[in-house]
């Protein structure tokens, strides 16, 4: 098997169960899934979905950084809306944490996400 590691960052919101919050493979980091969790005290950021997602951003963020890289090294990104009349507002905001090239993207409406949250994003960062 090849080089696998466990990332972890304090400054993202610590894993609330049975997973981590990346694992790099070779040049290979794939996140876990970011709900709108304020770090320091892991309680649900407040506010409106906007503020969710830009709390989101910031988490996968954290990540990506203690793995050795940036949101612009993210090729793949998985987004799980519980509402998608929300969709122009996600891009809005992503438009603040990622310049072109975008990463290839799936925007997927589900019924629920933890603790309520009304955004939660993964993806696969290549560095």
């Given at each position: 098997?090849?080089?696998?590691?466990?990332?972890?960052?304090?400054?993202?919101?610590?894993?609330?169960g049975?997973?981590?919050?990346?694992?790099?493979?070779?040049?290979?980091?794939?996140?876990?899934?970011?709900?709108?969790?304020?770090?320091?005290?892991?309680?649900?950021?407040?506010?409106?979905?906007?503020?969710?997602?830009?709390?989101?951003?910031?988490?996968?963020?954290?990540?990506?950084?203690?793995?050795?890289?940036?949101?612009?090294?993210?090729?793949?990104?998985?987004?799980?809306?519980?509402?998608?009349?929300?969709?122009?507002?996600?891009?809005?905001?992503?438009?603040?944490?990622f310049?072109?090239?975008?990463?290839?993207?799936?925007?997927?409406?589900?019924k629920?996400?933890?603790?309520?949250?009304?955004?939660?994003?993964?993806?696969?960062?290549?560095?």
């Amino acid at each position: 098997m090849p080089n696998k590691a466990i990332i972890h960052s304090d400054n993202a919101p610590k894993a609330i169960g049975t997973y981590s919050q990346a694992v790099k493979v070779s040049n290979t980091v794939y996140l876990s899934g970011q709900i709108p969790l304020i770090p320091d005290t892991m309680e649900m950021i407040e506010g409106d979905f906007e503020a969710q997602a830009e709390q989101v951003f910031i988490n996968l963020s954290a990540v990506c950084e203690a793995a050795g890289g940036t949101l612009q090294n993210i090729v793949k990104l998985n987004l799980f809306l519980t509402d998608l009349s929300h969709f122009p507002t996600v891009n809005e905001v992503m438009s603040r944490y990622f310049k072109e090239p975008y990463p290839a993207r799936a925007a997927i409406g589900v019924k629920e996400l933890p603790k309520g949250a009304l955004v939660e994003a993964d993806g696969i960062m290549v560095i």
